[in-house]
């Protein structure tokens, strides 16, 4: 049975379930609820998080729905991009510029994406896969052809590439080859491919106008 475990977030009261909160074990959560970090309760019991108690309901249904679902008028991005950090959840912080990507205006028509996905280092075959329109991805897999790239294969929504224990192409490149298509890194994103980041499993956006 799970074990129940009331919050203070900011005077706002939540219920909600240990595993719930330890389901990112390097997050704040992960680490306080696991008993690797002291914890501090209000006089009623509760445990007290010194964070935004609105914004908090945001943080607890990613935690227990593995995605964020906000309402369509919402507009406090940056608060929860913010509260986000404050938890330690990387993972987090890229649904909500994905979504804040999704949602950006632009009067010179509909936005193009790339998105860039690499692979966790479970094996000697480490491989990222780059999604989108299939006339970008066809110009990519060109520009890739300058550098000893390896296995790199394209579908036509889908570039796959792999290569033995590193990259021959230095994921730097990579990142180059697709700003010089004309698409930029979503605001707020992480768009520093280094190396460690293969480790990660991170996804990481491009938005062309």
Not at 39 to 47: A, C, L, Q, R, S
Not at 74 to 102: G, M, R, S, T, W
Not at 115 to 139: A, H, M, Q, W
């Amino acid at each position: 049975m799970a074990e129940i475990v009331k919050l203070n977030v900011g005077g706002v009261i939540y219920t909600t379930s240990r595993s719930t909160l330890t389901k990112y074990p390097n997050s704040m959560l992960g680490t306080m609820f696991s008993g690797r970090l002291p914890t501090t309760k209000d006089e009623y019991g509760n445990y007290w998080i010194d964070g935004n108690g609105d914004i908090f309901r945001y943080v607890l249904e990613f935690l227990r729905r593995g995605c964020l679902m906000v309402p369509d008028h919402f507009q406090d991005f940056e608060i929860l991009e913010k509260e986000a950090d404050f938890y330690q959840l990387p993972e987090l912080i890229q649904a909500v510029n994905a979504i804040k990507c999704k949602n950006a205006d632009t009067e010179e028509g509909p936005l193009q994406y790339l998105v860039v996905k690499t692979s966790e280092f479970n094996s000697r075959y480490p491989c990222v896969n780059i999604f989108g329109p299939t006339d970008e991805l066809e110009k990519l897999v060109t520009s890739f052809s300058q550098y000893d790239a390896g296995e790199v294969s394209s579908n036509g929504s889908k570039i796959k590439f792999s290569g033995y224990s590193n990259y021959s192409i230095p994921l730097i490149a990579m990142k180059v080859e697709i700003l010089n298509l004309g698409f930029s890194i979503c605001q707020n994103m992480n768009g520093d491919i280094e190396s460690h980041d293969l480790e990660q499993g991170k996804v990481f956006w491009f938005v062309k106008k």
